[in-house]
C-alpha cells in the first residue's frame, strides 16, 4: 500500500504529472480488518464488505452505521470513511464515502522572483495545497443459496489535485462460498470494466482490473471461551510501485472472546498489523489498529460501528 500513497504524495507536490499509478481509494475499510493485515476477502461481513467483499454483505444481519478516522504514515495522509449497510428482503443495500487526502503542503517562492536565490533572497512559505481522492460506492449482496452469495460495488470518483482535477467510475463484483461450516472462500474482481479516470486537461489513465483471492477458517477455543479466526488472501495484478510489490500477500488472525473483547495479528507483505476491539453493548463495537512502516512512519485507525 505504501507505494500507492507515495503515488498521491508525488501527485500532490509535482505540477508536470498526471500519471495513476493504482488505486490510493484501495486501502481498506474498517479497524478489524486492518488490523488482521487486510486478510479479508474471504471473511468479510458487516457494512465494510462494500470494500473487501461486496458478497460479504449478505452476512449483515442487522442495520449497520460504520466510520473509521486514519492519519497514514505519522499523519502525512487522512483516510475518512462512513458507510452503512441495510439488510432486506431482496438482499443487503450499502453505501459509503470514502476520502483520502493529502493536506497543508506548503508552497515556496523567492522573496524577489526576479533575482537569484541568495543571502538576501530566499524562499519563503507562498501558500498551501492539498491532494483528495473522493470515492461515493453503492453495493448490493444477495444470498443465491446457503452457500454461496454474490456482491457488486460501483464507485464514482473525483480527483482533487492541484494541477487539475478528475472524475471516474468503476465496478467491483464478489463471491463469498462456504466450503463448510469452519471455512469459507471469497473472490473479488476490483475495476472489472478498467476504471477510466478523465481530467479535465483532457488526459486519462485507467486502473486494469485485479483479482482478490481469499479464505477463512474459524473454530471455537473452548478453554478459553472464545473463538479464533485465521485468515489469508492474495491480490492478483494489481498496479502497484516497485515499493509495494511484496505486498500482495496477506495473513491475519483474530481471536475473539465472548465478552466482546478483540485481539488481533496481521501481516500485510513486510509489514506488520495489530488490533484490538470492544463490543460494551449488542449495538456498540469500536476497534482499533496499527499499521508498522520502518520507511513512511506507523500508522493508526480506528473505527465505530453503530447496529440499529
Known sequence: MCGLLCSVLLLAGSAVSQEYAGDPLSIGAGARALGMGSAFVGVSDGATSLYWNPAGLTRLGRNEIQAQHAEQFGGTINHDIIVVGIPSNAGTFSVGLV?????????SA????GRSIGADNRPTVSGNTGTSDY?????????IN???????????????????NGTGYGIDLGLQYIARDSLRVGLVIRDA????????????DT??????LGMGWTRPVGPIDGHLLLAASLLLNA?????????????????RHRTGLSARLGIEGDHLTAGAGLSPTDRIRVDVAFLENDDLDNTYRISASLYF
Open 239 to 255: 498496479e502497484t510501485s516497485s515499493a509495494d510489490d511484496g505486498q500482495h500477500l496477506r495473513v491475519g488472525a483474530e481471536y
Open 193 to 204: 470494466r478498467s476504471t477510466r479516470i478523465s481530467f479535465d486537461s483532457g488526459k486519462s
Open 99 to 107: 476520502r483520502v487526502g493529502v493536506d497543508g503542503i506548503q508552497l
Open 135 to 143: 470515492s461515493l460506492d453503492v453495493g448490493y449482496g444477495r444470498a
Open 146 to 164: 446457503e452457500k454461496l452469495s454474490l456482491g457488486s460495488r460501483v464507485k464514482v470518483i473525483w480527483r482533487k489535485l492541484s494541477v487539475g
Open 110 to 113: 523567492l522573496e524577489d522572483l
Open 207 to 212: 486502473i486494469s482490473p485485479s483479482l482478490d
